[in-house]
């Protein structure tokens, strides 16, 4: 970024802080630049008594949200309820929960539209970082336990306080036709080029109803649940490694466990990211995947249904396949989703999630085997 724009963003991000219950001088801002939908930025500032408090500020992008009030209706539920649960179970919880800033005007968001839109303000957790890949087996654990013990924590939420922020967010089977749909607009000409993966994912279509059919049965439970677990999204301590708190609860609403489960086994079980364009990098390291499972189900091993545990491998597979459709989807028609650095990386990160299902796929019967010795391990 030249000095320039650095500067201009730095008086934005004072702008925008501005509107909330913020007090102190502003020193200095930063843009983050892990996830693909929102924008978000951290702002510096200097109390009276001399500390330094930092903030997240964050867009929330309406494209991608249709009502982003009613996203932060549920953002207020859950953050709260969580906060409440956890300060009555840990004594020295303040600040490792998320908790949003009053703004202007009497909401805990504020529309800025010379601003681009909606914006809110968290706090920063403190003493914590995240990982786009994971490094070792104790960061896999932690993240299966920490997304695991969020379903704990919103278990007792009311379903029907917490609306669907996106609809059929998760529905495989509706994804892949809108695959096929924008196959057949094909608006970018771009459909020749992804060929192969048409046909790999035409091949493994019959399998994608799976759970959604078992939903429909009753044999899945619908719970409140994350439904974006990917391994960014969890703050750990930054000297231990010690899972802190999950982020980035847009799309918390009803759901299935398996989902969070799956996007976890797609992004915590992988030694390259979802960019790597080199996809002999790109594979499922069964160690990962290993503690990951044990972590997840420390945590939830108490409340889940026999039908869950029994699909928890396929999840994985399925939630992958699921974000290589919507990656191509996206690269079809013309990026307007997921946010690019260059023009076809929305094809690259298609074909990598494609590597790793199959990965995945070649090596389900260990993962099974896995999931059933520690199922035996907790006596259930
Ligand atoms: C998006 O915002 P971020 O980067 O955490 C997406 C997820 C995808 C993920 C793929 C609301 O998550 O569903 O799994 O990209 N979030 C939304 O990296 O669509
Ligand atoms: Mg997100």
Redesign the pocket.
Known sequence: MSELKDGVVAERIARIGDQFAISGDFLYGEELR?????TTYRACYRTDDGHIDRYILQRINDY?FKDPAQVMRNVEKVTRHISWKVLRRRKNAAGQTLTLYPARGGRNYINLPEEGGMWRCYNNIEGTHTYDVVENTRQAYQAGYAFGSFQELVSDMDPQDIRES?PD?HNTPKRYEALLKSVVTNVKGRAAECREELEILSNWAPQFSKLVEMQCRGLLPTRITH??T?I??VMLDEETDSAVCVI?L??VMPGLSLYDFG?MVR?ATCTAD?DEKDLSKVSMQMPFFESLAEGYLDATHNFLTREEIDNLAFSGWLITCE?AI?FLTDYLDGDL??RINYPDHNLVRARNQIALAKSIQTNLPRMQRHIRKLVKSYGD
């Open positions: 892990n996830g693909h939908i929102n991608v996106i967010f439904n974006d990917k960014n999204n980035d847009d799309t996007d992004s979802e974000i919507r989703y997921f």
